[in-house]
């Protein structure tokens, strides 16, 4: 098992900047990636970025240049940078972990919200 806890949401004006973090726990030797996806109203919920166990790292095409995935180690922790934020932006934003058998562990979803 792996316990998400994700911090950080919020509401900002377009183009201004919000940190998010996750603090993961539990079975972290078997934590193959973690990633964040959003789900905007109406919309799947999609992939923003991922960080894998080797430190490779993948990007949505919509937020390649403006969003940085980075990861710390102690204590097991996710953080997305987002900077230069659209109002398409708007979404819940889950954080992901992957562990082996391809089983995934979700957060419960912070809010970020971009006025225009």
């Known amino acids: 098992q792996v316990q998400l806890v994700e911090s950080g949401g919020g509401s900002v004006q377009a183009g201004g900047s919000l940190r998010l973090s996750c603090v993961a726990s539990?079975?972290?030797?078997?934590?193959?990636?973690l990633a964040w996806y959003r789900q905007g109203p109406g919309m799947e919920r999609e992939l923003v970025a991922l960080?894998?166990?080797?430190?490779?790292?993948v990007y949505a095409d919509s937020v390649k240049g403006r969003f940085t995935i980075s990861k710390e180690i102690t204590p097991y922790t996710v953080h997305l940078q987002m900077n230069s934020l659209k109002p398409e932006d708007t979404a819940v934003y889950y954080c992901?972990?992957?562990?082996?058998?391809?089983?995934?562990?979700w957060g419960q979803g912070t809010q970020v919200t971009v006025s225009s």
């Open positions: 539990g079975r972290l030797f078997s934590v193959f990636a």
């Open positions: 960080i894998r166990r080797d430190d490779s790292i």
């Open positions: 992901n972990a992957v562990v082996g058998g391809g089983v995934q562990y």
